[in-house]
């Protein structure tokens, strides 16, 4: 239904398109997760190597 409505022509597109906006959307909730736990500022270069547990 989505890929009708958007004019998609293939559900490949969509599908992309939503995949790519999910994945973005998870990256933020975990680290808004993260600094209300009281994490550090996140360097995508240079992960943690272990988790902080409290």
């Given at each position: 239904?989505?890929?009708e409505l958007l004019?998609?022509?293939h559900i490949g597109?969509?599908?992309g398109v939503y995949a790519?906006?999910?994945l973005r959307l998870q990256r933020q909730a975990i680290d808004a997760l993260g600094?209300?736990?009281g994490g550090q500022d996140d360097?995508?270069?240079n992960p943690p190597a272990a988790a902080v547990v409290r």
């Open positions: 239904m989505i890929k004019g998609h022509a597109v969509t599908a790519h906006v999910r600094h209300a736990l360097d995508p270069d």
